[in-house]
């Protein structure tokens, strides 16, 4: 990870999903695939051709979604925040960094088990109100970055927070 003073620089830091978010979200789909499939290869049981039918269905939907989850890239730019996704349609929702307003960090029981969480960013953004990136490695530090760089881009703009409290 690169370091708050690097926030100058035009490069780019793209972030992927960890695969292993693939495996927490399609347990349950995982499991039926598996047991459709020791179904349908057992003998001597009712309407075999059924396991495999939902081995194979449940199969081509699990590898569309892995396929899409492999396709998702973040890239935090110096100004933006950018959203790939999609397989066989691409959509890129694009974030303005001073607009983003709110960060959260969460993990599920699953995604603490695997050391993996989601960062969930919160703009003023009309598109795009919450982006949430899903799969990210909890030792990786996007909160400091991102925060770095939106502080930059507010000052740079000069746009300054006001609050009544």
Do not use: W
Request: aromatic share 8%.
């Amino acid at each position: 990870m690169r370091t708050a003073s690097d926030i100058s620089q035009p490069e780019s830091l793209v972030l992927r999903p960890h695969r292993m978010q693939f495996v927490l979200d399609e347990l349950p789909a995982l499991a039926v695939c598996c047991a459709g499939g020791i179904y349908g290869g057992l003998e001597d049981m009712p309407f075999p051709i059924a396991g495999v039918a939902v081995f194979l269905c449940l199969s081509l939907v699990l590898l569309y979604r892995f396929l899409c989850l492999c396709r998702i890239r973040y890239r935090i730019g110096s100004e933006q925040l950018v959203c790939e996704r999609g397989l066989l349609v691409r959509k890129v929702d694009y974030m303005e960094l001073y607009r983003v307003v709110d960060f959260q960090e969460h993990q599920s029981l699953m995604q603490q088990l695997c050391g993996l969480k989601t960062v969930r960013i919160f703009s003023t953004d009309r598109n795009t109100p919450r982006l949430d990136l899903t799969g990210m490695r909890r030792k990786d530090d996007i909160v400091p970055l991102i925060r770095s760089r939106v502080e930059y881009n507010k000052r740079k703009k000069g746009i300054y927070e006001i609050t009544n409290h």
